[in-house]
Nanobody, 121 residues
Framework: QLQLVESGGGLVQPGGSLRLSCAAS????????IGWFRQAPGKEREGVSC????????NYADSVKGRFIISRDNAKNTVYLQMNRLKPEDTAIYYC??????????????WGQGTQVTVSS
């Protein structure tokens, strides 16, 4: 069974950090792209970051550029999203998704169940 499982969400104070994980099972991440998305209450889902597993090319939304870092561990079949200098507006459910394509094209084939991130004092 093909599956993506996110973890690492939680409650953090403004300025703090969290690291989200996206673990893939049932398939390898080779030659795929993994994206992180988020959706806040009452807002549309937005793309946060993406990484091409082959080659490692990354991209980021302007709202997180310089604060978030996406990375991969091929041996663990896992992608991470390191979130630093968190702001209240980063509060959302974060999802990871995978596709057999690059970040630059194609639709996502698989989605995780999401993990809640809350930034509040």
């Amino acid at each position: 069974q093909l599956q993506l499982v996110e973890s690492g969400g939680g409650l953090v104070q403004p300025g703090g950090s969290l690291r989200l994980s996206c673990a893939a099972s049932g398939f390898t991440l080779d030659y795929s792209a993994i994206g992180w998305f988020r959706q806040a209450p009452g807002k549309e889902r937005e793309g946060v970051s993406c990484i091409n597993i082959y080659g490692g090319r990354t991209n980021y939304a302007d709202s997180v550029k310089g604060r978030f870092i996406i990375s991969r561990d091929n041996a663990k079949n896992t992608v991470y999203l390191q979130m630093n200098r968190l702001k209240p507006e980063d509060t959302a459910i974060y999802y990871c998704a995978a596709k057999y394509s690059t970040c630059q094209g194609g639709e996502y084939d698989y989605w995780g169940q999401g993990t809640q991130v809350t930034v509040s004092s």
